[in-house]
């Protein structure tokens, strides 16, 4: 599309979670398609789209930031338009209109495809503003499942990409808003996925990092006795040098035929993904969690039995409503024991619209903190002397960048932006973004790996 003679420019401003990013990715390809020029520099564009999480107070504070600022540049007659889309508008609809008069249009997760012609809109509305009154384009159906129209194009950072199997998700836990701004789970169908990633490799990405509000639930809605499992059957066919890593999963759908489906993969990380978010019984019942309970003592060592040499990742949140010290310390004690390769650990955050938001027995936020930290130092001790336990060994990294002498790497125990990095020292010239390597480990470095390439 043209304005007066040249393409209209959009920025694109990245919040939120990976699956927000293949929001993006789905918009930047209608925009593509549509002839629209994405700007390298979102402050330089005739339109800003910001899009959005809305999932906690702290992810609502940043998007707000960047409305704000965008509507700034707008001010100034550096933008021509504003557009937010994701979870703000899905969650909070015509109500953001009247708070930011200087947003030109509100797109919600069901309209994704919407953008060009609001854009188009805009700008033939006129040169400087518009409709005076902005668009709105949210629905409360929440039932759709958006394939990306450029399959091969992504917005990740180095040769990874994220493939989003599932929108929504159908779990009540009492903490996550998730389902009442994403809806209920919807599985796209395995030929879809399969040909989104064939396209995605083709086009020179080496790690394709599988991601749904809940990966392992895959299927579980199409009713034909589609499966993870099944599907990651399907994508290890693929011809390639590439890996496979898994984002996101439940406790209760780790199932035999899951980790025997990636024992025996060629192509699949050996990296399982399930934030448990708690230990104690008590915790998990008040979480909504309660069928995650038996599963939850015995999941390591079931992992690590089915998949020898696997890296075990999860993240705890500490200080929910009801969270004694006993039940902290039941937590710090399952951690110190389980040894878990990578934890996350957040502070409650009370949401509105969520069962825990009007729970009795809230937790100050200063007890919170201090029991995050007390877990993420009993988590670093666990850290450092597995990191010392890997120096002399020998593994397989992916190369993401390169300069000033070092390159930066990721092993299949590394998962993108959550986890440490590999750094290797002095590397060949023609070592690249995107290659394969054999690395010796030759020290560690906090929670970064330092290496050498070995032939």
Known sequence: ????????????????????????????????????????????????????????EAARQEAIGEIDRAC?????????????????????????????????????????????????????????????????????????????????FTIANGPHAWLKIAEGCSHACGYCAIPAIRGKLRSRLPRSVADEARALIRSGVRE?????????????????????ASLLKTLDRMRGDFWLRLLYGYPTFVTGELLDAVAASRHVCRYIDIPLQHSHPDMLRAMRRADTVRHVAGLPERIRAAIPGAAVRTTF????????????????????????????????????????????????????????????LAQREIVDARNASLVGTRMKALVTSRGHGRAEARTEFQAPDVDGVTVIRRPPKALAPGDFANVEIVSAAGYDLVARVVE
């Not at 699956?19 to 330089?44: C, F, I, T």
């Not at 110190?336 to 069962?355: L, M, Q, Y």
Request: proline share 6%.
């Open 317 to 376: 949140i500490v200080g929910y409503p009801g969270e004694t010290e006993d039940h902290f310390q039941h937590l710090l004690d399952y951690v110190r024991e389980k040894r878990f390769d990578n934890v996350g650990v957040f502070c409650f955050s009370p949401e509105e619209g969520t069962a825990a938001a009007a729970m009795p027995g809230q937790v100050p936020p200063e007890v919170a903190e201090e029991r995050r930290g007390r877990l993420m």
């Open 1 to 56: 599309m043209r304005s007066k003679g040249k393409s209209v420019s959009v920025g694109l401003v990245s919040l939120g979670c990976a699956k927000n990013v293949v929001d993006l990715q789905v918009m930047a390809g209608a925009l593509l398609l549509e002839g629209m020029e994405l700007s390298s520099d979102p402050d330089r564009a005739d339109v800003i789209l910001v899009n959005t999480c809305a999932f906690i």
């Open 72 to 152: 700034a540049l707008k001010r100034a007659g550096r933008a021509r338009f504003v557009i937010v889309s994701g979870c703000m508008p899905q969650r909070y609809g015509a109500a953001l209109a009247a708070k930011y008069p200087d947003v030109d249009g509100w797109i919600g997760i069901d309209h994704l495809f919407d953008l060009p012609a609001m854009i188009a809109r805009l700008v033939g509305g006129g040169a400087n503003g518009g409709p005076t009154r902005a668009e709105v384009s949210v629905s409360r159906d929440r039932n759709t499942i958006y394939e990306p129209p450029v399959p091969e």
């Open 208 to 228: 394709l990092d599988v991601v749904a509000q809940d990966v392992t639930a895959y299927g579980h809605d199409l009713g034909d006795g589609t499966s993870l």
